[in-house]
C-alpha cells in the first residue's frame, strides 16, 4: 500500500510560519521527485514546489520564491515544506504527489496525499 499522507496545516497569521510534512510509506522517496500542489476554494490546483530525492534538486514557483523551502529527511521517508513569510494568498489545501519524472505538471503524479488545510487570516 503506497500513500503519502500531509500533516502540519492550520491557521496562521500573515507574516507567519507553518511547516507541512509528506510522509511516504509502502515505498521509499528513492528515485522520485515530491511536489506540493495546492488549491484555492474555486480554483484549479496549482504546483508550488518540488524536489528530487536523489539530487535533492528543488524549484519554486515564483509566488513562494524566498518565502518556502521544500526540504527532505530520507532517513524518515518524509518532505517538508517550510512556509515562512505567509500571505493571505496562501490560503489553500495544501497537497504531496510523487512523480517519477521532474516535473511540476500535476498530471505527471501519479500519487497524491488527502491534503492538509493551510489558512492564513489575521
Known amino acids: 500500500q503506497e500513500q503519502l499522507v500531509e500533516s502540519g496545516g492550520g491557521l496562521a497569521q500573515p507574516g507567519g510560519s507553518l511547516r507541512l510534512s509528506c510522509a511516504a510509506s509502502?515505498?521509499?522517496?528513492?528515485?522520485?521527485?515530491i511536489g506540493w500542489f495546492r488549491q484555492a476554494p474555486g480554483k484549479g490546483r496549482e504546483g508550488v514546489s518540488c524536489?528530487?530525492?536523489?539530487?535533492?534538486?528543488?524549484f519554486y514557483v515564483d509566488s513562494v520564491k524566498g518565502r518556502f523551502t521544500i526540504s527532505r529527511d530520507n532517513a524518515k521517508n518524509t518532505v517538508y515544506l517550510q512556509m515562512n513569510s505567509l500571505k493571505p494568498e496562501d490560503t489553500a489545501v495544501y497537497y504531496c504527489?510523487?512523480?517519477?519524472?521532474?516535473?511540476?505538471?500535476?498530471?505527471?503524479?501519479?500519487?497524491w496525499g488527502q491534503g492538509t488545510q493551510v489558512t492564513v487570516s489575521s
Open positions: 504527489a510523487r512523480t517519477p519524472g521532474r516535473s511540476l505538471v500535476q498530471y505527471d503524479y501519479d500519487l
Open positions: 509502502g515505498f521509499t522517496l528513492d528515485y522520485y521527485t
Open positions: 524536489i528530487t530525492i536523489t539530487d535533492g534538486s528543488t
